[in-house]
């Protein structure tokens, strides 16, 4: 059996940093809008119990990979003896704060355990998730969803429809770099579901990556002629929200022509999860 899965992107809609915890990691709110656009990752089963990730990725070790670390974790916690041959369509740009590698991994986890058939539940799948990185439990529930904490807890939420125009300077951003930069704003005041629904937010790390990263105030510069534009996550991907696929579309095809991107429908229900109960 062969499995074709999708990897969706992610938006954060805002980012605040209300605090530093006493591990290093960072207390935050956010809202993560889910897109129906992503990554693919095919799922075949091994009977050697070997796992296997084409193509390779020459700036990721394959054991570092975290497609590879996410099944290698599932397998050793379920002792299953079956492994997987996995390839990835990769089209999300690495470094661009839309989620990609942590949807892969997420994926991986929630297809594998289809797949092997090794029974685990979405909370125990979303602890895995959460072993490996921040944002990947948010892809193994498969709900956009207001987040807190470090990024763990969260609160699924039914957000309006919107088209997304998201563009990728061509520079890939450190998450470690930037939240270990002096001048991030960590002491944010935190705001309320309705606060954000009725008055928008910011991104506390925009300021530190625009600095270091002037392509990337050059692509907010620019998509703010046509929308509010702001930076996801840790960047360097920019986004601005449209009502329509046609409005989206047509900003898009002005965009300049150093800038890669997409459009993309925001979704409440992953991709992923919907193909899944089909």
């Given at each position: ?56 990725f ?47 991994a997420?994926t ?45 807890q969260?609160?699924?939420?039914e957000?309006?429809?919107k088209w ?96 890669n ?7 409440n ?10």
């Amino acid at each position: 059996m062969t499995l074709v899965l999708p990897c969706p992107a992610k938006l954060n809609l805002f980012l605040l940093i209300t605090g530093r915890r006493p591990d290093g990691y960072h207390n935050l709110q956010t809202l993560f809008q889910l897109l129906d656009y992503g990554d693919d990752l095919q799922l075949d089963i091994d009977p050697s119990g070997a796992i296997t990730l084409t193509p390779d990725f020459a700036d990721i070790p394959a054991d570092q990979n975290l497609v590879v670390r996410a099944a290698k974790l599932l397998q050793q916690t379920t002792d299953c003896r079956l492994g997987a041959r996995m390839h990835l369509v990769k089209r999300l740009p690495m470094g661009g704060g839309i989620g990609g590698g942590s949807s892969d991994a997420a994926t991986a986890l929630v297809g594998l355990n289809h797949l092997w058939q090794t029974g685990l539940n979405e909370d125990q799948l979303a602890e895995l998730g959460r072993q490996l990185g921040a944002d990947i439990p948010v892809f193994v529930r498969g709900k956009s969803a207001w987040a807190e904490g470090v990024g763990e807890q969260l609160q699924p939420l039914e957000l309006p429809v919107k088209w997304y125009v998201v563009l990728a300077p061509n520079c890939s951003v450190s998450t470690r770099e930037i939240f270990s930069n002096e001048g991030l704003t960590r002491n944010s005041k935190g705001i309320t579901v309705r606060a954000f629904l009725e008055e928008g937010g910011k991104n506390d790390c925009q300021k530190v990556v625009e600095e270091l990263f002037p392509q990337v105030k050059d692509a907010v510069d620019w998509l703010g002629r046509f929308g509010p534009a702001q930076m996801t996550g840790t960047g360097a991907c920019v986004f601005a929200p449209f009502e329509t696929e046609e409005e989206a579309r047509d900003v898009f095809a002005k965009r300049p022509t150093q800038l890669n991107g997409f459009v993309a429908k925001g979704v409440n229900e992953s991709p992923l999860h919907q193909r899944l109960l089909k």
